[in-house]
């Protein structure tokens, strides 16, 4: 599918959708948990979906009612197929460390974008403690035989991906040893380990860690099953929150101000860039009116942020340099070059280097703009054509592996969005 957007006028106040990335740690955590628990405002999308159809042919029941779904864990079986996880990275990684204590052979499967994400910084991280476990090369299919899980010591690199250690943080309860796992790089997305901690928290476990976030350790301890309510998601908050700098007047409700997600980084962002930012308890609202800073910010903390950032540097009169970004290189799509070569069509000067953008900001204009299958460029550029006009994403149904809803909702706050079959 591919949307047109046109030139239109923006405002009003949404609904933040729940977390994906808290939505999936708690499934995770659900199914570790022997007995029944409860989500509550879970977000339905593509990647979810992976997560409770991955955990189901493992043994684990998933009974979903609107915005509760009650999930029986901790009885799991060997799964008579393979594990296809989609798309989704997290679901990928985190079934391939629970591999270790499902009885039997497990094979996981991915998707076309994610079997080019590397895996066997943790599978190597899994052998040293014991597990038999193996990649395709760098990437999935992955097979774990599991059964018992003796724990130790072992390492990881941090900065490659932050999903690893809390792979390894997840299963690490079940260590008949404990649990240990040394960082031999330092740890980028720190915020993405500490919501799988406090996740973990939520149903019992306790992780140890060092103050640098290069050491971790946990203890042989049981999840219990809870009632785990999901926050709204700043990632996909952060659009509707670039709307507002962009044209005025928005809210967005449902977030939680003083969440560990990375990305409530962008308040600090957006407020840098000098656009007005009012947040409560549960809501933020944004106005970009009056003169805008162009940006000079490292993103290795929030990388998710890029495509965000990018499109509002576009606007924004002067020189921005957006830094941190290799890792954006290993998402859905090459997401630094999907963002030059986006923002290169709607004639902006933009110049890259490996771990950073130079973007010149300027009058944009309309223009065709591959997603790249990727839902953060389709969503970032759409804000970008509302701006400019004239602009079509194509790929555009790629936004459901996060926010199935985002093309209605941005239709509802007065956006010119057309709908056409590819």
């Given at each position: 599918m591919r949307v047109s957007i046109e030139k239109s006028r923006v405002r009003g106040r949404i609904i933040a959708p729940p977390s994906k990335s808290y939505t999936i740690r708690g499934l995770m955590c659900a199914a570790l948990a022997k007995g029944e628990s409860e989500l509550v405002h879970p977000l339905a999308s593509d990647d979810t979906e992976a997560a409770v159809?991955?955990?189901g042919k493992a043994g684990v029941g998933c009974q979903r009612s609107g915005d509760l779904w009650k999930v029986t864990g901790g009885e799991f079986h060997q799964p008579e197929d393979d594990l296809f996880c989609r798309d989704s990275a997290a679901t990928l990684r985190f079934m391939t460390a629970i591999g270790a204590i499902i009885p039997g052979s497990t094979r996981l499967t991915a998707g076309p974008s994610l079997a080019r994400r590397p895996v066997?910084?943790?599978v190597e991280a899994l052998r040293r403690l014991g597990v038999d476990c193996s990649s395709q090369g760098d990437t999935p299919p992955v097979t774990v035989s599991g059964g018992r899980f003796r724990g130790g010591t072992t390492e990881l690199p941090g900065d490659v991906s932050s999903q690893y250690v809390s792979a390894l943080l997840l299963v690490g309860p079940f260590a008949e040893d404990g649990l240990t796992v040394r960082l031999t790089t330092p740890l980028e997305s720190r915020p993405y380990v500490l919501m799988t901690i406090e996740c973990q928290n939520s149903f019992g476990i306790r992780v140890e860690r060092?103050?640098?976030?290069?050491?971790?350790?946990v203890s042989r301890q049981e999840y219990q099953p809870t009632r785990y309510e999901v926050e709204g998601d700043w990632s996909s908050a952060s659009y509707f929150l670039a709307i507002g700098v962009l044209f005025g007047g928005m809210e967005v409700a449902h977030l939680n101000t003083e969440s560990v997600q990375a990305d409530r980084a962008l308040l600090d962002l957006l407020k840098e860039m000098g656009a007005k930012v009012e947040a409560d308890r549960d809501?933020?609202?944004?106005?970009?009116?009056?003169?805008l800073r162009p940006l000079q910010v490292d993103l290795s903390g929030c990388i998710d942020l890029l495509p965000t950032a990018a499109v509002l540097a576009a606007v924004v009169e002067g020189t921005s340099e957006l830094s941190g970004i290799a890792r954006a290189r290993l998402k859905e799509s090459d997401r630094v070059a999907a963002v030059k070569e986006g923002l290169e069509k709607?004639?902006?000067?933009?110049?890259?280097?490996?771990?950073?953008l130079t973007i010149v900001g300027a009058r944009p204009t309309g223009a065709v703009i591959d997603s790249h299958d990727d839902h953060r460029i389709a969503m970032a550029f759409s804000i970008l054509g509302l701006y400019a006009g004239n602009t079509v994403i194509t790929g555009a149904e790629c936004v459901n592996k996060t926010f199935p809803g985002f093309w209605d909702i941005l239709r509802s706050i007065g956006g010119a969005v057309t709908f056409h079959e590819q």
């Open positions: 159809e991955v955990l066997r910084p943790l060092s103050p640098a976030l290069d050491r971790f350790s809501s933020v609202k944004v106005n970009g009116s009056g003169g709607m004639g902006i000067e933009v110049s890259e280097s490996r771990d950073s």
